[in-house]
């Protein structure tokens, strides 16, 4: 079958779109791979492209994506850190685990080498990674706004000049960058690494190459790109790291033979036309990755349901209980937000904050059940606004009213049956 380019979306840890390409090659792919591109960059920056459809043209599959708060992913990049990059990898790894085969390979460029050398740990099926112009540390960033660190170190946050484009940097980024030890994790990689790094690279100096090179055990290489600029703008360096990558790579991949042509066509197919959105009203709760992963789809958002790390989970998504807690606070505030706005009050919303909880029967005193546990939502609601008594007291009585509240205090039936599709 022809090559393929396809567009597709897949959920960062928070619920959040992030946009991606997969280069898919003519025929079986010998292997998937996985790019993260530099520092305020996007999938679409030229060196990620053009290595991207080299290695496609040699067999491997890659998929490249936009880390959150940039290009055309979702999120807020100020929220966004070297933590959360490393995540977002991690969530990739598992779309294609979950969608196609798991990357044997990692690319990083930049400060995205950097991330794929934190994040290897937590892809298992990864055999090899190679970084290109990558820092020996994520700290290396900050030179980028040195001028700007003071002020954000004090304020809490600057707006910066980036590639000719304004980034918000929060202290939370400045803080978690220093909270990575890179050279210790890759001296526990356990796979093959090559590392390409040019001799003039004025954005990062070929010292950290050397740093990385000597913390990493082999098999390891180092492949000098002389006279190549950072961001590789010249088409010849791009080519020349996808053709020595797709070799030296190939030393390491496994392939799979269960991933047939007519399979990855048949995958291809799917996220060209992926599946229709629930009617309104319906959620659709879907396996996942991990032990305990799923994916709901309400209408056309999408979301991650998981369990926290101390019962087994990975953390990646809201528990289930975090979920019923959410339906009932967000009524709570649409539903005071609606009464407020019909009597023109001066409300200007609510923070609700709920906590779940069992206790004993004995010590609730408008329980009809007075033996073993109950449940116990606490509801605490903040109401913003120049309001008066009378139409505080007034609004928490309408809390009771909101539809969510009354369906769990009401009589609930769940008839269940099983549907099986061919």
């Known amino acids: 079958m022809p090559a393929l380019s396809q567009k597709l979306e897949f959920s960062n840890p928070k619920g959040e779109a992030l946009a991606a390409r997969l280069e898919l090659p003519d025929g079986e792919p010998a292997a998937f791979a996985l790019f993260a591109h530099c520092f305020t960059c996007s999938k679409d920056v030229a060196a ?45 790894a598992d779309h294609l685990r979950r969608e196609f085969r798991a990357p044997e390979l990692l690319i990083g460029h930049s400060l995205g080498g950097a991330a794929v050398l934190a994040a290897a740990h937590q892809i298992s099926e990864v055999r090899a990674i190679a970084t290109i112009g990558a820092p020996s540390a994520p700290q290396h960033v900050e030179h980028l706004f040195a001028d700007q660190v003071e002020e954000i170190s004090s304020r809490g946050f600057a707006e910066v000049q980036l590639a000719g484009r304004s980034f918000r940097i929060e202290k939370q980024f400045l803080d978690d960058l220093g909270e990575h030890d890179l050279a210790t994790r890759v001296g526990s990689l356990g796979t093959a690494l090559l590392i390409f790094h040019s001799p003039v690279d004025e954005t990062v100096a070929i010292d950290h190459a050397r740093e990385l090179y000597s913390a990493a055990r082999h098999p390891k290489s180092f492949v000098s790109l002389d006279r190549a600029d950072h961001l590789l703008t010249n088409p010849k360096d791009s080519a020349y790291v996808a053709d020595v ?46 032990k305990f992963g799923h994916e709901v789809r309400a209408g056309v958002h999408t979301f991650l349901a998981d369990e926290p790390a101390g019962v087994g989970g990975d953390d990646r998504g809201a528990g289930p209980y975090d979920f019923l807690l959410a339906a009932l606070g967000s009524c709570t505030a649409m539903t005071l937000k609606m009464y407020a706005d019909r009597k023109g009050w001066p409300f200007e919303g609510a923070t609700v904050e709920l906590e779940h909880d069992k206790i004993h029967a004995e010590d609730c005193l408008d329980c009809t059940t007075r033996e073993g546990k109950v449940d116990q939502i606490s509801r605490r609601i903040e109401l913003h606004g120049n309001l008066d008594e009378t139409q505080r007291a007034r609004l928490l009585q309408i809390a009771d009213m909101c539809p969510v509240h009354r369906t769990l205090i009401g009589e609930i039936t769940i008839p269940t049956e099983e549907v099986r599709r061919a």
């Open 245 to 290: 990558l797709a070799a030296w790579a190939g030393r390491y991949l496994t392939g799979d033979p269960e991933s047939s042509a007519a399979a990855v066509k048949e995958k291809a197919a799917k996220i060209a036309s992926p599946p229709a959105a629930p009617p309104t009203g319906v959620v659709v709760v879907s396996p996942g990755s991990g």
């Open 48 to 92: 990620a492209s053009r290595i991207s459809r080299g290695l496609r043209e040699r067999g491997i599959a890659v998929l490249r994506f936009d880390f959150t708060g940039l290009g055309n992913s979702e999120g807020d990049f100020a929220n966004t850190n070297f933590s959360s990059n490393v995540a977002d990898l991690v969530a990739a």
